[in-house]
Nanobody, 125 residues
Framework: QVQVVESGGGLVQAGGSLRLSCAASGRSFSRLAVGWFRQAPGKERDFVAGISTRSSTYYADSVKGRFTISRDNAKNTVYLQMISLTPEDTAVYSC???????????????????WGQGTQVTVSS
């Protein structure tokens, strides 16, 4: 079993930045692929960014150049650095982890076994 906990959300003005953290425990962290997803009210959950066990990274087109995902296996943590935030980035951001997910499936939320509770990010205009 893997426990996943997100932190770092909050309220920020447009143009500002935030760094989200995703801490995972209960299994060898270095063997987990991790993805960030977000869900705005009334909308589906969307893929934001993912990082493989080899630290290959993948981004949704809407966040490329603004968001950076990284991992620190020594701290069992994945980070999502977000800059140039806009009101359209407002959502609940959730972290998901899985030991067996393939690169092709990384953008699919249904392929992850372990999820955190989510953290709210609100960007004011």
């Amino acid at each position: 079993q893997v426990q996943v906990v997100e932190s770092g959300g909050g309220l920020v003005q447009a143009g500002g930045s935030l760094r989200l953290s995703c801490a995972a425990s209960g299994r060898s962290f270095s063997r987990l692929a991790v993805g960030w997803f977000r869900q705005a009210p009334g909308k589906e959950r969307d893929f934001v960014a993912g990082i493989s066990t080899r630290s290959s990274t993948y981004y949704a087109d809407s966040v490329k150049g603004r968001f950076t995902i990284s991992r620190d296996n020594a701290k069992n943590t994945v980070y999502l650095q977000m800059i140039s935030l806009t009101p359209e980035d407002t959502a609940v951001y959730s972290c998901a982890a899985d030991p067996d997910i393939t690169i092709a499936a990384m953008t699919s939320p249904g392929r992850y076994d372990y999820w955190g509770q989510g953290t709210q990010v609100t960007v004011s205009s």
